[in-house]
């Protein structure tokens, strides 16, 4: 079963407005990362947060991540419609000495110019 | 672009055929990842591997194998193909196992 699901798995907003994307995992996690993926293109690397932390920033991009109700959101403001696109959460999901990250469904992304 | 490279970028093949992705990571990135993704299953992690060693397995099947060479690069065969294999193939690299990973633009595997 999937460790992140993203909420809702469908947006669509107008340009100018701010979009908000939530993600629940179910085990601990040493971090949580947030990739984007265009229309049959490679996913890109958006932002990572650990752990240990509650919120980051990265240009137009907020992060925060309730490690008690084991969620996170992905706020990106004034979208463009080059903003639309698939996101997903990544959790990382340690067994043994082997890590690695088990993705979200993802929640499509509209930006209506 | 990410640094990461994958060929082919399109391959169709019929049903029990073998098949061969390739993929080179980012400059310095010593781990390796494949990923599967197809409109049912979503994004599945397959097998990861680590300086030549397998790291880590997910969702591979006995049919996939891979293998990461001495130059790093990292190959995914794909044998006995079923219709149900046709997906996007994608490799993703970063230089430790903690870290974010970087994507190759991935393969669109057509079985038919």
């Known amino acids: 079963s999937q460790q992140g699901e993203e909420d809702p798995q469908a947006l669509s907003i107008q340009e100018g407005e701010n979009a908000t994307m939530n993600c629940s995992y179910k085990t601990s996690i040493n971090n949580l990362q947030w990739y984007r993926q265009n229309s049959g293109r490679g996913l890109v690397h958006l932002i990572l947060i650990r752990s240990n932390e509650r919120e980051k920033h990265s240009g137009r991009l907020r992060v925060t991540l309730d490690t008690s109700k084991k969620s996170s959101s992905l706020l990106i403001t004034a979208s463009r419609a080059a903003d639309t696109a698939s996101y997903f959460c990544?959790?990382?999901?340690?067994?043994?000495?082997?890590?690695?990250?088990?993705f979200g469904s993802g929640t499509r992304l509209l930006v209506r110019p | 672009d990410s640094g990461v490279t994958q060929t082919p970028k399109h391959l169709i093949t019929a049903t029990g055929q073998r098949v061969t992705l390739r993929c080179s990571p980012r400059s310095g990135d010593l781990s390796v990842y494949w990923y599967q993704q197809s409109l049912d299953q979503g994004l599945q992690f397959l097998i990861q591997y680590y300086n030549g060693e397998e790291r880590a397995k997910g969702n591979i099947l006995e049919r996939f194998s891979a293998q990461q060479f001495p130059d790093l690069h990292s190959e995914l065969n794909l044998s006995s193909l079923e219709l149900g294999d046709s997906a996007l193939y994608f490799c993703?690299?970063?230089?430790?196992?903690?870290?974010?990973?970087?994507f190759g633009p991935g393969t669109r595997l057509t079985v038919l």
């Open positions: 993703a690299s970063s230089v430790g196992q903690v870290y974010e990973q970087f």
């Open positions: 990544a959790t990382d999901a340690k067994k043994d000495s082997s890590y690695k990250l088990i």
